[in-house]
């Protein structure tokens, strides 16, 4: 089973709308961190938002949140008035705490959503 | 501000031939890590380090070694490379945070990707 589920390859959003980046993750572990990169068309990997598993508060970073649903295993990226300069490639990664027997070093990624912003 | 920064950006090797890929970091980050992207997926990892002078496999180590002789510095070596180790290939960065519980839960920040073409 994939760790990291991203349904979405590719979304479109209007200007300054709002978008919602699918997420949901699959772990035993009690511990666990979420995070979204942003990897736009020159490649490199951008760090956005991490929420930890037992943060109450959903996480925000500017016009960035992220919808945490722990019952559901979920983490949704928010992005709010959306700009062209986030057409992008969004990735949704795990880091998990090792308690259950899985790995405690790496981020598991998910397959990427690619955002399109329509001017 | 360098942060993670890799050489070269990009390189084209024969099969077979051998190469290695330099990674620096000028954030005092005790965990490093090698990562690739293939088409259609996200990042994998291939080897990690804790600390100066230790290093442990990933997901994906077959065909690569690396060293950590110094606290700032992460090689990756392919020793024969192989056509199926085309890729993009991105160094990573953190402190050494515990996912969940509060803390930054060990954000990894990336360098620029170097993108390896084995003929």
């Known amino acids: 089973a994939q760790k990291i589920t991203q349904t979405q390859p590719g979304m479109f959003v209007q200007e300054k709308e709002a978008v919602t980046l699918d997420c949901t993750y699959d772990?035993?572990?009690?511990?666990?961190?979420l995070f979204w990169y942003k990897q736009p068309s020159s490649g490199e990997m951008i760090f956005l938002i991490y929420?930890?598993?037992?943060?109450?508060q959903n996480a925000t970073e500017g016009r960035y949140s992220l919808n945490f649903q722990k019952a559901r295993k979920s983490a949704n990226l928010v992005i709010s008035a959306s700009q062209l300069g986030d057409s992008a490639m969004y990735f949704c990664a795990m880091r998990e705490s090792g308690l259950s027997g899985a790995g405690s070093y790496q981020l598991t990624f998910g397959k990427g959503t690619k955002l399109s912003v329509i001017p | 501000n360098a942060g993670v920064t890799q050489t070269p950006k990009f390189r084209v090797l024969k099969t077979g031939q051998s190469m290695t890929l330099l990674c620096a970091q000028d954030m005092n980050h005790e965990y490093m890590y090698w990562y690739r992207q293939d088409p259609g997926m996200g990042l994998r990892l291939i080897h990690y380090?804790?600390?100066?002078?230790?290093?442990a496999k990933g997901e994906v180590p077959d065909g690569y070694n690396v060293s950590r002789l110094k606290k700032q510095n992460f090689l990756l070596g392919l020793e024969s490379a192989a056509p199926s180790q085309t890729s993009v290939y991105f160094c990573?960065?953190?402190?050494?945070?515990?996912?969940?519980?509060?803390?930054?839960?060990?954000?990894?920040?990336f360098g620029a990707g170097t993108r390896l073409s084995v003929l």
């Open positions: 990573a960065s953190s402190y050494p945070s515990p996912p969940g519980a509060g803390g930054d839960g060990n954000i990894q920040y």
């Open positions: 380090s804790v600390g100066e002078g230790t290093t």
């Open positions: 772990t035993s572990d009690p511990s666990y961190g």
């Open positions: 929420q930890g598993s037992y943060d109450q």
